[in-house]
T-cell receptor, first 115, second 117 residues
Framework: DTAVSQTPKYLVTQMGNDKSIKCEQNLGHDTMYWYKQDSKKFLKIMFSYNNKELIINETVPNRFSPKSPDKAHLNLHINSLELGDSAVYFC??????????????FGPGTRLTVL | AQKVTQAQTEISVVEKEDVTLDCVYETRDTTYYLFWYKQPPSGELVFLIRRNSFDEQNEISGRYSWNFQKSTSSFNFTITASQVVDSAVYFCALSELSSGNTGKLIFGQGTTLQVKP
């Protein structure tokens, strides 16, 4: 059984388009995250939701909008895609925030390529 | 400010060699958590270990061992008798209580380990 799943795995699109990445976890966790991994492999947090409430928004352009319809899902919508948005986007979940002590389980990643 | 430094960008060893991956962190918190993750060529991120700031005991899990030293703000990872399957990017990460109880992970730059047969 997949613990954290993301769709699609690959996304190739033109500049200016709008796209969404979906994430689902079946671990019963309360907290979900989006991370961006750039071409140099650097991982940086973008957003975090705890019980469907936004708790982290790390200076991400307004073109990026997360949505959490329920605790098991955290989707990422990106408007007006730019070349610099090309990266691998990882979804993750943890049992809860608990002061940061809980390990995060990551999805397989979505490789976004903007042409 | 919180920061994680993995000074070794790439390491190449021959199978069966021991290898240590360095991780140095900066934090003003007294309560924090350190993690190691593995990212194999297939791309997924795999959790390896968590250590809290109050537990300086070293940990061993099979061929993997971790050395946590608060005095030097380091949390190093050693692979004994490395194997080709250990080839991956390894990330050290930090989570602090003072990050507003958000669970936010600060990652190091990663160390790419190549184990040659």
């Amino acid at each position: 059984d997949t613990a954290v799943s993301q769709t699609p795995k690959y996304l190739v699109t033109q500049m200016g388009n709008d796209k969404s990445i979906k994430c689902e976890q079946n671990l019963g966790h309360d907290t979900m995250y989006w991370y961006k991994q750039d071409s140099k492999k650097f991982l940086k947090i973008m957003f975090s939701y705890n019980n469907k409430e936004l708790i982290i928004n790390e200076t991400v352009p307004n073109r990026f909008s997360p949505k959490s319809p329920d605790k098991a899902h955290l989707n990422l919508h990106i408007n007006s895609l730019e070349l610099g948005d090309s990266a691998v986007y990882f979804c993750a979940s943890s049992q809860d925030v608990a002061g940061g002590k809980n390990e995060q389980f990551f999805g397989p990643g979505t490789r976004l390529t903007v042409l | 400010a919180q920061k994680v430094t993995q000074a070794q960008t790439e390491i190449s060893v021959v199978e069966k060699e021991d290898v240590t991956l360095d991780c140095v962190y900066e934090t003003r918190d007294t309560t924090y958590y350190l993690f190691w993750y593995k990212q194999p060529p297939s791309g997924e991120l795999v959790f390896l270990i968590r250590r809290n700031s109050f537990d300086e005991q070293n940990e061993i899990s099979g061929r993997y061992s971790w050395n946590f030293q608060k005095s030097t703000s380091s949390f190093n990872f050693t692979i004994t008798a490395s194997q080709v399957v250990d080839s991956a990017v390894y990330f050290c990460a930090l989570s602090e209580l003072s990050s507003g109880n958000t669970g936010k992970l600060i990652f190091g730059q990663g160390t790419t380990l190549q184990v040659k047969p």
